[in-house]
């Protein structure tokens, strides 16, 4: 069975400061890696994914995440966040060629002027 | 990405009745999911939902409880049964990957979208 920690359930920072929101799983197979993003009063959109290839994906709002399958980590990072970044930040894991999710605690990042 | 819409988007309900929450897909997939996220917790998966065939439940969750309908392609619903406090949640349904092009509804995807959820408030 797959499972995800999140350690920080809630990461403060300033604006234009850079932020790292951290994700490691277990599993015993291979895996697809997903970062997911719920604003305020609203869905679940997928920021990021990772299933094959380059270990390092990017979003098309700045964020990035690297796969350390050492470290058996998926860390979110963008180097200079804004206000509107403010939002629940959930990390999920899935086996390879499957597609039942396996969620994280989220992290809430709080982003102030 | 797919186009996932749910109603209602919220509804507020008395203890003991239930309540059926639909979801509909802009292209066919041959799974969908339920997930059910508490308040300030994170998202838990209820069920997965085949075209033609019984709901697969996940440990803690009953059909009794939580009976859902599949009855093509691009529909499904969940009904929350005998409402307690504690089933007011947010109610998600997702499934893979689509770009609304007409592909094979059986190949593998990759990716869960999301629809927008059902706030639900039980007193």
């Known amino acids: 069975a797959q499972s995800v920690t999140q350690l920080d359930s809630q990461v403060p920072v300033f604006e234009e400061a850079p932020v790292e929101l951290r994700c490691n799983y277990s599993s015993s197979v291979s895996v697809y890696l997903f970062w997911y993003v719920q604003y305020p009063n609203q869905g679940l959109q997928l920021l990021l994914k990772y299933l094959s290839g380059s270990t390092l994906v990017e979003s098309i709002n700045g964020f990035e995440a690297e796969f350390n399958k050492s470290q058996t980590s998926f860390h979110l990072r963008k180097p200079s966040v804004h206000i509107s970044d403010t939002a629940e930040y959930f990390c999920?894991?899935?086996?390879?060629?499957?597609?039942?999710?396996?969620f994280g605690t989220g992290t809430r990042l709080l982003v102030s002027p | 990405s797919a186009v996932i819409s749910q109603k209602p988007s919220r509804d507020i309900c008395q203890r003991g009745t239930s309540l059926t929450i639909q979801c509909q897909v802009d292209s066919q997939v041959t799974m969908m999911f339920w997930y059910r996220q508490q308040p300030g917790q994170s998202l838990t998966l209820i069920a997965t939902?085949?075209?033609?065939?019984?709901?697969?439940?996940e440990s803690g969750f009953v059909i009794d409880k939580f009976p859902i309908s599949r009855p093509n392609l691009t529909f499904s619903t969940l009904t929350v049964s005998n409402m307690s406090p504690e089933d007011s949640s947010i109610y998600l349904c997702?499934?893979?990957?689509?770009?609304?092009?007409?592909?094979?509804?059986?190949?593998?995807?990759?990716?869960?979208?999301f629809g927008p959820g059902t706030r639900l408030t039980v007193l």
């Open positions: 997702s499934a893979p990957r689509t770009s609304g092009r007409h592909g094979p509804p059986h190949s593998l995807a990759d990716t869960q979208y």
């Open positions: 939902a085949n075209q033609g065939s019984e709901a697969t439940y």
């Open positions: 999920a894991v899935t086996p390879a060629g499957f597609q039942k999710l396996v």
